[in-house]
């Protein structure tokens, strides 16, 4: 593999609108994206921004993104030999039954799957979690997370850089994302910028 990979997950919680952002912008930056979307994923993203699963392939393989299945566990990316070839697996949005199961160890779908490979590879993983407000099971399976040296939040944008539109909180927190990822990138004004 040559160029940095990530597997992007997209699960059933609200906020689509951050995943088609990262779906638009990354593969600009040279960075390879591969894709997994739940069931869910599918159907809220349909939902919110009026695009089907089938016009999301048809769109985004023409940029060179490549797609599984979440129900299938032959998938190169569910071992870890494969999987630790890439830099990164971001799960955006994270629904709170994606972390619960990634938090526990449990395994129904190739995202979860993905993601317990990535955290017993040391494979940076980030939970871009939706949901207000929080149980304390939410919460404490974030803490779980983070103590297995993963990052797991709630999906928080800024107002400190003056967003006109939608599009720019989507920008903020893909921005985020790709810092930790240690990308480079203008996606947002940092605090001060001129
Ligand atoms: C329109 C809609 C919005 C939803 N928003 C959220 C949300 O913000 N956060 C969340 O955790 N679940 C949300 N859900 C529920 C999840 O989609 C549901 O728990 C699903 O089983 C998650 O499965 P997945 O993690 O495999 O995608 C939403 C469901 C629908 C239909």
């Not at 797609?67 to 071992?79: K, R």
Request: net charge positive; glycine share 6%; proline share 4%.
């Amino acid at each position: 593999m040559q160029k940095e990979s990530v597997v992007l997950c997209v699960t059933g919680a609200s906020g689509a609108i951050y995943a088609k952002t990262f779906l638009d912008i990354v593969p600009s930056l040279d960075i390879n994206i591969e894709c997994i979307f739940s069931e869910y994923g599918r159907r809220v993203f349909n939902y919110e921004l009026g695009l089907k699963y089938s016009e999301i392939i048809e769109t985004y393989s023409k940029k060179g993104i490549k797609f599984h299945e979440p129900n299938d566990m032959f998938s190169p990316l569910a071992s870890g030999s494969v999987l630790s070839q890439y830099s990164a697996v971001v799960v955006l949005p994270c629904s709170v039954s994606t972390l619960g199961n990634v938090a526990n160890g449990i395994v129904n779908n190739l995202i979860h799957r993905v993601c317990d490979v990535a955290l017993k590879e040391k494979i940076p993983l980030i939970m871009a979690v939706r949901e207000m407000p929080l149980s304390v099971i939410h919460l404490e399976n974030m803490v779980k997370i983070q103590k297995m040296g993963a990052s797991a939040f709630v999906i928080s944008p800024a107002f400190y850089n003056k967003p006109q539109k939608i599009e720019d909180l989507a920008l903020f927190v893909v921005g985020k994302i790709l810092d930790l990822l240690k990308a480079k990138h203008n996606l947002y004004k940092r605090w001060n910028e001129k």
